[in-house]
């Protein structure tokens, strides 16, 4: 079992940058891979970014590519989302999330999410 929780969120202006923090505890946390998605008022959540446990690997949704970059320290068990460029439309709750390294399989751990607002 891993747990997640994430901080950092906040209230920002457009073109301005935040960091998401994700800590993991439980189980192998070493050996996970993390992602982080999103949900804006009224849609579906949706992908950010996801990086292997190895961080050798990483993945962008189009529309943050570019201005966000995930990362991790293994060894303090952490996950980041520096978001850089932010526009209104980043608006969202961001969850992190987490499967076992190497998986496929849909991610069966989540954090509770952090809201960042993005104001015009």
């Known amino acids: 079992q891993v747990q997640l929780v994430e901080s950092g969120g906040g209230l920002v202006q457009a073109g301005g940058s935040l960091r998401l923090s994700c800590a993991a505890s439980?189980?192998?946390?070493?050996?996970?891979?993390v992602a982080w998605f999103r949900q804006a008022p009224g849609k579906e959540r949706e992908f950010v970014a996801r990086l292997s446990w190895s961080s050798s690997t990483t993945y962008y949704a189009n529309s943050v590519k570019g201005r966000f970059t995930i990362s991790r320290d293994n060894a303090n068990h952490k996950a980041y989302l520096q978001m850089n460029s932010l526009k209104p439309e980043d608006t969202a709750v961001y969850y992190c999330?987490?499967?076992?390294?190497?998986?496929?399989?849909?991610?069966?751990?989540w954090g509770q999410g952090t809201q960042v607002t993005v104001s015009s």
């Open positions: 999330a987490a499967r076992p390294a190497g998986s496929y399989a849909a991610y069966a751990y």
């Open positions: 439980g189980r192998s946390t070493s050996s996970i891979d």
